[in-house]
């Protein structure tokens, strides 16, 4: 038994053989010195120039399939990961730059590719902005998709090696590092748990397996050498632990700890979320499209706790109309049948970046308030869209007081101006807590707002000063004490003030910290749609 330690990006329990994925698909080859002769043949870059163009289209149509799979098999946030990799795609840059790497540089198409996604990637992880850094992985799998077409154009199989795993046999995928596209592509039913020796949480592949609600392990220090197709592995992804080779006894116990079958969820349907001993939770779900939502509602959540706006604002030339987000909003408030639903209003800035504004410094409500003319035809569209059911609104990021009364005046004159439209109505509005400004104002914020989400994500980072898409550090030595420690004063005095509060943000899907969030006195945990009965089941069996 060899035992490691990772860091978790989806909880869950597997026990099964290995099936370890090779560096074939990840191969890096330039032009050897052999290659300048075949170059110099008479029209063969013409045939070069022609076979990149093939290609180019050829993986344009396969990623248009992928864009429909990712929606499909994970919702409308994976299928924007791979609309945008349509859009690297589309760009001329990568065209022209594979174009001159055959035209100048004497090279064959996938050496040319080759080249210019490693120079793109590079361009990208240099980028200060840590998101456009993360995306370096990206480019590189696009520059993948694009070299498997021209292999395939080539009749070269892109592996020789047969997995040792049988076809249609469960397996644990263990490899160096996944690209968006590998995850997308696996076949949810097979694969049990993923493992890998580099990544982090915040890559768009562990989003994509979370989505997927695949339980991976990544930062796992293995070496993939020594694993053989078919050695068995167990994975504790709630606690991060890689056994390889477990022995006998300790597998025929693990097996009894795995996670309770689909059929076995069922019986929470219904249940009240209730630990042991008595104590009650709201269970929502986050969401960030109907799609999730109809997952969300059939896995039982009692409410939506997060609807993250934004995602209808970015990736076009435009901001959404008024009546365009009048229909989203009021399709999630039918579909939602009288279940309250959060939308938080949109958190753009940071990360989340649009091409018809000028993004500045400022994220969430801050910068709501500094584009007031798109915040009040979004606070419009959801005043219009109030009456099809229970909404509430938060504002996201916020982080002073003063801005929380700004948007509220803003929010009653836009209502006021409505009256006549729509009538009286009553839409709670809370603020999202996460980030240490607001913490520190959280007794001058209380005033403000009629409920709490506490955003866990973002407030991790800011209280441990971490970036969020650095690579996955296991060692926040105190096991986030001092997360909880501040989650628990801002419960108190929320409390205090009669307000109640919901956490949201991934570490709240997780069952190993279930007892440590109930322990705050927190209302109600908000965590992805995949996730509630598994949690559901967790604490009305496991906590106290
Ligand atoms: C959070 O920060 O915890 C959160 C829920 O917001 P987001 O992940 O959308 O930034
Ligand atoms: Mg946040």
């Known amino acids: 038994m060899e035992r490691y330690k990772g860091v978790t990006v989806c909880e869950g329990v597997a026990i099964g053989p290995a099936y370890v994925m090779r560096a074939n698909k990840e191969k890096t080859r330039f032009t050897e010195d052999d290659d300048d002769a075949v170059m110099s043949a008479p029209g063969r870059v013409q045939t070069e120039l022609l076979r990149l163009e093939r290609a180019l289209e050829k993986t344009r149509v396969r990623m248009d399939k992928m864009v429909l799979d990712a929606g499909v098999k994970a919702g409308t946030d994976a299928a924007q990961i791979f609309l945008m990799h349509q859009l690297v795609l589309e760009g001329n840059e990568f065209r022209n730059l594979s174009r001159i790497c055959i035209e100048e540089g004497r090279m064959d198409a996938i050496d040319a590719v080759t080249h210019t996604g490693e120079a793109l990637a590079s361009k990208f992880a240099e980028m200060e902005d840590d998101y456009m850094a993360a995306r370096a992985d990206d480019v590189r799998d696009i520059a993948r998709e694009i070299i498997t077409v021209l292999e395939e154009g080539d009749d070269e199989p892109i592996t020789d090696e047969e997995p040792a795993v049988k076809d249609d046999y469960p397996y644990i995928l263990v490899a160096g590092s996944l690209l968006p596209s590998d995850v997308i592509e696996l076949e949810r039913d097979r694969v049990q748990a993923i493992v890998t020796v580099n990544g982090s949480p915040t890559s768009h592949a562990s989003i994509l397996a979370n989505m997927m609600d695949i339980p991976m392990v990544v930062s796992v220090p293995l070496n993939l050498e020594a694993i053989e197709d078919g050695t068995p592995i167990y994975v504790n992804a709630d606690t991060g632990e890689i056994i390889i080779q477990p022995d006998v006894d300790f597998t025929e ?58 995602f209808i604002f970015l990736d076009r030339p435009e901001p959404p109309s008024e009546d365009e987000q009048y229909s989203v909003y009021k399709k999630l408030l039918t579909v939602c049948k009288g279940k309250p639903l959060t939308i938080r209003t949109m958190d753009l800035g940071g990360d989340k970046r649009v091409s018809y504004l000028e993004m500045g410094d400022k994220r969430g409500l801050a910068f709501s308030l500094e584009h007031q003319e798109l915040f009040r035809t979004q606070l419009r569209a959801l005043i219009r869209a109030s009456i099809h059911g229970e909404l509430k609104i938060m504002y996201p990021y916020v982080t002073s007081a003063e801005e929380v009364m700004q948007a509220n005046s803003l929010f009653g004159e836009v209502k006021w101006s409505m009256l006549s439209e729509v009538g009286s109505t ?33 407030l991790t980072c800011d209280l441990y000063g971490i970036d969020r898409y650095e690579r996955a550090n296991p060692s926040i030595d105190d096991d986030y004490a001092k997360l909880f420690m501040t989650i628990r004063n801002v419960v108190r005095t929320a409390h205090k003030a009669g307000l109640k509060v919901s956490i949201c943000g991934e570490l709240a899907a997780r069952r190993d910290y279930a007892s440590r969030f109930l322990d705050t006195g927190a209302d109600c945990i908000s965590i992805a749609p995949s996730k509630v009965l598994l949690m559901r089941d967790h604490i009305i069996n496991c906590c106290w």
């Open 426 to 458: 009553n839409i709670p509005q809370g603020i999202m807590v996460e980030t240490v400004k607001a913490v520190e104002q959280i007794d001058r914020l209380v005033d403000h707002a009629e409920f709490i989400s506490i955003g866990t994500n973002d």
């Open 253 to 310: 116990e693990a097996k009894k700890s795995t996670d309770p079958s689909k059929y076995e969820l069922q019986r929470a349907i219904g249940m009240e979320t209730k630990t042991r001993g008595g104590k009650h939770i709201d269970l929502y779900a986050n969401i960030a499209s109907v799609v999730d939502l109809k997952m969300a509602l059939k896995n039982d959540a009692e409410g939506i706790g997060l609807y993250r706006s934004e």
